[in-house]
Each structure stands twice: as structure tokens, then as C-alpha cells.
């Protein structure tokens, strides 16, 4: 069963910085690429930033020059550093991955929680 697990969520004042951490578990195979998404109170769920196995990288025009996406050393981690950070930011995100398997659903993380206060 493939699991993705995030953390390093919290609250930060506007300006600051936070680091995400997402790690798969559950298979021997690299996903294609793997992507942060979030979604604020109200809002559709929106994509943040995409790596790919290989190393680019793309990233929402709200978040260019603030957030930096990259992938661990272990595989299947992708982390997402937040710099800059702003009230509007303010949002759960979620690590997501492609199903690797006919009967699997792409794969989704539970979330973590990101406030920025102003």
C-alpha cells in the first residue's frame, strides 16, 4: 500500500519561513514526479509546485522566488521550502504523487496545516 506522509506545517508571521517534508512508503518504483498542492478555507484545491524525476521543477506564479521545491536523497521524499511567507498563504498542503498501479488512485497525502499570521 502506497502512503504518503507530510510534516513540518505550522503557524509563522508574515515574512517567515517553513520547511515541508514529504515521504513515500509502500514501493521500490519512483513516481514520474511528485507535487505539492494546497488548499485554502473556501478555495479550490490549487497546484503549488512539481518536480520531476529528473530534477525540474515548476511552480505557481503566486509562489515564484518564494517557495523552492526539491527532491531528498531517500527516494520518494520531495520537500517544499517556504520563504516569504505572507497571510495568504495560509493554506493545508498536500504532496501528491501518480498512481504507479492499474488499481491504485494517484496518491495523496493526509496535509499539513500552514498559517501565516500578519
Known amino acids: 500500500q502506497v502512503q504518503l506522509v507530510e510534516s513540518g506545517g505550522g503557524l509563522v508571521q508574515s515574512g517567515g519561513s517553513l520547511r515541508l517534508s514529504c515521504a513515500a512508503s509502500g514501493t521500490v518504483f519512483t513516481f514520474g514526479h511528485m507535487d505539492w498542492y494546497r488548499q485554502a478555507p473556501g478555495k479550490q484545491r490549487e497546484l503549488v509546485a512539481t518536480?520531476?524525476?529528473?530534477?525540474?521543477?515548476n511552480y505557481a506564479d503566486s509562489v515564484k522566488g518564494r517557495f523552492t521545491i526539491s527532491r531528498g536523497d531517500v527516494k520518494n521524499t520531495v520537500y517544499l521550502q517556504l520563504n516569504s511567507l505572507k497571510p495568504e498563504d495560509t493554506a493545508v498542503y498536500y504532496c501528491?504523487?501518480?498512481?504507479?498501479?492499474?488499481?491504485?488512485?494517484?496518491?495523496w497525502g493526509q496535509g499539513t496545516q500552514v498559517t501565516v499570521s500578519s
Open positions: 518536480i520531476t524525476n529528473d530534477g525540474h521543477t
Open positions: 501528491y504523487a501518480p498512481s504507479l498501479y492499474a488499481q491504485d488512485p494517484d496518491y
